[in-house]
């Protein structure tokens, strides 16, 4: 069985080199599945390598699934290695337009993303975050082999409760529980809270995750227009008697997809009446931190045994450091930890002693406040050029990551952002936020994302 020829080129890897040239030769049909290889003798003498190095770069290709070995017998080009390259170009996931967007927002598809959930990442600090990785893996109380605390690293969790303090939130570090990210956090309040046939409230429009995982427990879910200002208390009223939810899921600051925040007002208002018809509330606050001047937070108002407060840094410092918290009662958050055991939920320490680190050492406060000034500026901007092409602003823009509007004319989203995926343009249209016809003139910017040239062009030659 002849093999490919390599001329090494300097500053890669050997090891490497031979890996991608062997792998070329297996995906050209040089090398046929089944085909047994030279020695891995004949093989080192041939490249001028040491069988240390051969022996590296076919373990390697082992690894990946490319070759198999025999002892006595040598090592063959897997029979299956084609199968299994049609086989992981399949797309088995629904094929629809709302899946596929949800996919292309939280994915890598797409080189302008106005639509997307998530800050650019040269907005984020993620130098910052190698230097406290780095730091961390020098540190000697990194736990590489055990399990972390149930509950949560307990030095983040004393970190938290200091950065609750300063919202107005005091509690004890045992009713603060850590999770691997928010879905996941909400995922276990709702086993814990919620059972097949209750009804839940939810805001219209809002974040897609939430119909989804409600569905999942086989909740009843209704709805109530979250409108620019706020909720309409007497019809909020007037639901509660139909239809007595047990639980509200909501977002008080910098609600997702509209950016609205609940006035001291407008909150008192929705607490009394969730509290007179025996109705939790679920505040998920994960874009609080970026509002210049934030009102109260609905747990602070009412306090923890009738607010479950969720927080994490997924949107804050990075999609892939994915930490969140929940704060609850003592024995909810008992409940919580082992319901953590349980399923497997025990969080990584190593991301939270990252966290912990930038919370403690001022990292993250000068994040966090030069990220609110940028969106702030950008958020102006899109804003007036938003407006220049027609778009009507749902509400002023006052800062945060969104800005919702309704296209001009009353144009479809929908159709619009359709035909922008063929122009590696991924928006996010009102169908992804809720059922309710009149969402489907509604679209959400992300203003980090929309506030560049080549966006803007992109978008307004799609309008024309």
């Known amino acids: 069985m002849p093999i490919p020829t390599i001329e090494f080129q300097p500053g890669t890897p050997k090891v490497q080199q031979i890996v991608e040239a062997l792998n070329q030769a297996i995906t050209q049909g040089r090398l046929n599945p089944g085909a047994r290889l030279p020695s891995a003798r004949e093989m080192a003498l041939s490249w001028g390598v040491s069988k240390f190095t051969l022996i590296e770069a076919l373990d390697r290709l082992r690894?990946?699934?490319?070759?198999?070995?025999?002892?006595?017998?040598?090592?063959?080009?897997?029979?299956?290695?084609?199968?299994?390259?049609?086989?992981?170009?399949?797309?088995?996931?629904?094929?629809?337009?709302?899946?596929?967007?949800?996919?292309?927002?939280t994915g890598a598809i797409g080189a302008m993303r106005p639509g997307s959930g998530h800050l650019p990442e040269s907005w984020l600090e993620p130098s910052a975050m190698r230097t406290h990785l780095r730091?961390?893996?020098?540190?000697?109380?990194?736990?590489?082999?055990?399990?972390?605390?149930?509950?949560?690293?307990?030095?983040?969790?004393?970190?938290?409760?200091?950065?609750?303090?300063?919202?107005?939130?005091?509690?004890?570090?045992?009713?603060?529980?850590?999770?691997a990210n928010t879905v996941q956090a909400l995922d276990m309040l709702l086993r814990l809270r919620v059972r097949p046939g209750d009804t839940v409230l939810l805001d219209m429009p809002c974040y897609f995750n939430f119909h989804a995982n409600l569905a999942l427990h086989g909740a009843r879910v209704v709805t109530l227009e979250r409108t620019p200002q706020g909720?309409?208390?007497?019809?909020?009223?007037?639901?509660?008697?139909?239809?007595?939810?047990?639980?509200?899921?909501?977002?008080?600051?910098?609600?997702?997809?509209?950016?609205?925040?609940?006035?001291?007002?407008?909150?008192?208002?929705?607490?009394?009446?969730?509290?007179?018809?025996?109705?939790?509330?679920?505040?998920?606050?994960?874009?609080?931190?970026?509002?210049?001047?934030?009102?109260?937070?609905?747990?602070?108002?009412?306090?923890?045994?009738?607010?479950?407060?969720?927080?994490?840094?997924?949107?804050?410092?990075?999609?892939?450091?994915?930490?969140?918290?929940?704060?609850?009662?003592?024995?909810?958050?008992?409940?919580?930890?082992?319901?953590?055991?349980?399923?497997?939920?025990?969080?990584?320490?190593?991301?939270?002693?990252?966290?912990?680190?930038?919370?403690?050492?001022?990292?993250?406060h000068k994040h966090r406040k030069r990220v609110m000034q940028g969106l702030l500026a950008s958020g102006a901007r899109v804003a007036s050029w938003l407006q220049g092409l027609g778009f009507t602003l749902n509400a002023p823009?006052?800062?945060g990551l969104y800005i919702w509007a309704t296209l001009p004319a009353a144009r479809d989203a929908a159709t619009l952002a359709q035909e922008a995926l063929a122009r590696d343009l991924v928006l996010a249209p009102g169908i992804l936020f809720g059922f309710d016809p009149a969402l489907r003139h509604c679209m959400r910017f992300n203003v980090a994302h929309t506030d560049k040239p080549e966006v803007m062009a992109a978008l307004a030659a799609l309008l024309d």
């Open 231 to 364: 909720l309409d208390l007497q019809a909020l009223e007037q639901l509660f008697e139909q239809h007595r939810p047990s639980l509200y899921l909501t977002t008080g600051l910098l609600h997702n997809p509209t950016g609205h925040s609940f006035s001291p007002a407008q909150a008192y208002g929705l607490l009394e009446l969730a509290k007179r018809h025996d109705c939790h509330i679920i505040e998920d606050d994960l874009y609080g931190d970026w509002h210049p001047d934030p009102p109260p937070r609905l747990a602070a108002l009412a306090g923890i045994e009738h607010v479950t407060y969720l927080s994490g840094f997924s949107k804050t410092l990075s999609a892939n450091l994915r930490v969140s918290y929940v704060v609850t009662s003592a024995q909810a958050a008992a409940n919580l930890t082992h319901l953590k055991l349980m399923c497997g939920g025990i969080t990584s320490e190593m991301f939270e002693q990252v966290v912990c680190s930038m919370l403690t050492d001022g990292t993250y």
């Open 63 to 105: 690894g990946q699934g490319r070759i198999t070995s025999s002892q006595g017998l040598g090592y063959f080009v897997a029979a299956r290695a084609a199968a299994a390259e049609r086989a992981s170009a399949l797309d088995l996931l629904p094929q629809d337009l709302t899946s596929v967007l949800r996919r292309s927002l």
């Open 397 to 399: 823009y006052t800062g």
């Open 135 to 179: 730091q961390l893996s020098r540190s000697p109380g990194l736990r590489l082999t055990g399990y972390g605390d149930p509950a949560g690293y307990l030095p983040l969790r004393l970190a938290l409760q200091q950065k609750l303090l300063g919202q107005g939130l005091d509690v004890a570090v045992e009713q603060i529980i850590t999770t």
